[in-house]
């Protein structure tokens, strides 16, 4: 799937670059020398880039300049990394963010935490 | 077009609805009702919404308080430990 504009109505046909092989997820996709990750991997047709670290609903691309660090990704181990400022280098591992642990919001209903709270209350009080 | 389950912070994921909400119920003021839901504490440091959260609280009739403002704090945008650090 390749959803680059090689044949541009004003700026006319696009220049043969040299294609780079990165991962994404484990699997290769082709990237343009040039292209930022994110510009790559959407050219691919990937738009989530990874999913809310608590609730698991999917982000992508927000703004594109580096400004709202929605796009973050791990790129060759290194957390954090914005895929909309980084070019793809040839081999580069690129994987998605996932969602994290939560363990203090492990209680699903509010019975189960309002139980926890009185307990936190009971033993904050002994404690005084 | 504006919808309660609008998302206004990402990183956070607080929707316009919550921060309503929120406002309704505490007539906060920018500083509290960032407190309050989170809308502004992400990864970006607000920096994508803290503009909305005002919008929002102007638009419900209170003045922006200069006296408690949405801060700035250092780092104005997230740097790793490492950089900090001057570590490679």
């Given at each position: 799937m390749d959803r680059r504009i090689l044949n541009h109505p004003v700026l006319g046909p696009s220049?043969?670059?040299k294609t780079l092989t990165f991962h994404f997820d484990g699997k290769p996709y082709t990237a343009m020398q040039g292209e930022t990750v994110a510009a790559a991997l959407l050219a691919n047709g990937i738009?989530?880039?990874r999913v809310h670290e608590e609730s698991g609903s999917p982000r992508g691309l927000y703004c594109n300049i580096g400004h709202c660090f929605e796009c973050r990704v791990t790129i060759d181990d290194q957390p954090?990394?914005?895929?909309c400022l980084t070019l793809v280098k040839e081999g580069m591992k690129v994987f998605s963010g996932k969602v994290l642990p939560a363990p203090?919001?492990?209680a699903k209903s509010p019975d189960a935490s309002e139980k926890q709270n009185s307990h936190f209350i009971a033993e904050r009080a002994e404690s005084r | 077009m504006f919808t309660q389950d609008m998302v206004i912070c990402r990183c956070e994921e607080v929707s316009l609805g919550k921060l309503m909400q929120t406002f309704a119920a505490h007539g906060c003021s920018a500083r509290e009702l960032k407190l309050r839901t989170r809308a502004g504490m992400g990864t970006c440091?607000?920096?994508t919404c803290r503009s909305l959260i005002l919008a929002?609280?102007?638009?419900?009739?209170?003045?922006?308080s200069h006296a408690v403002p949405l801060g700035y704090q250092p780092p104005v945008r997230p740097v790793s430990f490492s950089l900090l650090g001057g570590r490679e």
């Open positions: 220049a043969p670059g738009r989530r880039l954090g990394v914005r895929a203090l919001k492990q | 440091g607000g920096r929002l609280l102007q638009e419900s009739g209170q003045e922006p």
